[in-house]
């Protein structure tokens, strides 16, 4: 059963919007932000956990983010990006400075 509505609710009915998903409009492609966070989240990875892969793969998704952007989006997150992953990458290598082994060969 329903119930009745109460004279003390105080929801306003003419304030109900209802929910339309997102539409991307023609041209816009999200690949460039994506791989921005990706390339963030790798790096991040690097950094603390010392995964050289992890790293190496920041620099790819940072590369491929700035190949994807468009003139117009900021270049301050793309430049962060980019100082980040090759931040990441030096650090794995000065803590560490053996190369990268491959563990599923050995």
């Known amino acids: ?22 539409v991307p409009k023609e041209g816009e492609d999200p690949m460039a932000e994506y791989m921005n966070l990706l390339a963030m989240l790798f790096s991040m990875c690097g950094l603390m956990m010392r995964f050289k892969w992890a790293a190496w793969a920041a620099v790819y998704c ?8 468009r003139s117009s989006e900021d270049t301050k997150q793309i430049f962060s990006s980019f100082m980040l992953s090759i931040s990441s990458v030096v650090m794995s290598y000065l803590q560490s400075p053996t190369p990268m082994a491959i563990s599923y060969f050995s």
């Open 62 to 69: 940072a590369f491929i983010g700035f190949s994807n952007s």
């Open 1 to 22: 059963m329903v119930p009745a509505p109460s004279c003390n609710d105080l929801r306003r009915r003419d304030r109900i919007v209802r929910y339309k998903p997102y």
